[in-house]
């Protein structure tokens, strides 16, 4: 016989209680994944934003070049080398437009100088400057030196080429003096927008410029050596004044368009800043932990609107074994539950029946038993001295007969 324990919990609560326990486990080991792996999650990400800007900032660097680059080609193609005042204008304009460059001139094929930013340095002979004789075979951009200006020597980069006449040959070469200043302003703007230390280092391991936003320590012996050639690479983190910094470098940073071979090293700290939004692992579990409590919210509203029916349906029958009749209300929530409910109206439908007929039948039982007994009463009152037979008594027993003529 089965025997009911009680205190058990319901369908509804022990399906809560198993989806918080697999909620926590599932929680409890996210935050452990956290801890453990989100510190190389963050340092692999922000080794990749280093490199990434990088080539931004390279990118930048090269298309400032660039405007200058076909600025001067523009001009080499159509100044006149016989317009003595056309070329003086030429030449103070240039100086005037922007700040960048820091003098101009041309000469003529045999290395006078015929007009010179300001007059400086007009009629003299430059057929001995490299950047004259670079540019009779080539257009030359030089790395940087120092160039006399008046009193003041500053460093410049030379930007020269051929002018050639509508015969293709050669009848001059006019110069730009790019001031190393600007490209350094230029270089320091980027590389804080991007939260970055940027160094430009030459062919020959110089770092003519740099912006050193978050240590001022220069770049290792290594890492300039390798960029000094031209090779892509990260060199992974080193501390440095107490921080850790990841370090990569880009190369060719004026691309091939442009005949100037400098790489760029960059580095970042190690940790996402302000400068790169993003979460800490505490904020991170926080985070699991709102999504974990969400999900539980869902789950119990879905479990509760799912098992509340078959719990009702349960009532209707613990009141069913005790005799009484209630009709489960259908519910449409789950199949099962529809089932399950139609199965027990059909069954208290049907008790209902088996009920009426054992009444019908008792209630036979009693008339039936009501008359024997009302028959044994007159045969135990009739007289010692008999005066009707026994045949009578039985006629008695049996009920009045019926005439023959009633009966047609």
Known sequence: MFRRKSGGLS???????????????????????????????????????TIRGGEAVALVLRNAMMREWSSLDAVSKNVRINSSSGLQNFTDA????????AWAGVADVHGWLLAGSHRVGEGRDVSDED?????????????????RFGDNPEPVLDMSRGIYDADGFLTGVVVYKLRLSWLQKMLVETSADLGLDSFLVTRSGEVPAQAALHSTAPPSSQAI????????????????NGEEL??????GVFGEDLPLHWSLIVRSP?????????????????????????MVLVLVLIIRRTTRPIEQLVASARKLAVGEIDYPLASRTSRDALELGAALAQLQTRLLRLRSAIGVRRS?????????????????????????????????????????????
């Not at 950047?131 to 160039?147: E, Q």
């Not at 979460?279 to 699991?288: D, K, P, R």
């Not at 044994?376 to 039985?394: G, K, V």
Request: charged letters at 20%; hydrophobic letters at 45%.
């Open 225 to 240: 050596a390798t960029a000094a050639r031209g090779i892509s690479r990260d060199y992974g983190y080193s501390h440095q």
């Open 364 to 408: 036979e039982r009693a008339t039936d038993q009501a008359a024997e007994e009302d028959l044994l009463a007159q045969w135990s009152r009739r007289p010692e001295t008999e005066e009707q037979s026994d045949e009578s008594w039985r006629n008695l027993a049996e009920g009045p007969k019926k005439d023959p003529r009633d009966a047609a």
């Open 11 to 49: 369908l509804s609560m022990v399906l809560i209680i198993g989806i918080l326990c697999v909620v926590a486990g599932a929680l409890g080991a996210g935050a452990i994944v956290v801890a453990r792996y989100q510190d190389g999650f963050l340092r692999a990400a922000r080794a990749e934003a």
């Open 131 to 147: 950047w004259f004789k670079a540019a009779i075979t080539r257009p030359s951009l030089s790395d940087v030196h120092r160039h």
């Open 94 to 101: 240039v100086v005037a437009s922007g700040g960048q460059i």
């Open 270 to 294: 190690a940790q996402i800043s302000a400068a790169v939004p993003g979460m800490t692992a505490t904020q991170t579990v926080l985070a699991l932990i709102g999504i974990g409590l969400a």
């Open 246 to 251: 990841f370090n990569a470098s880009v190369p």
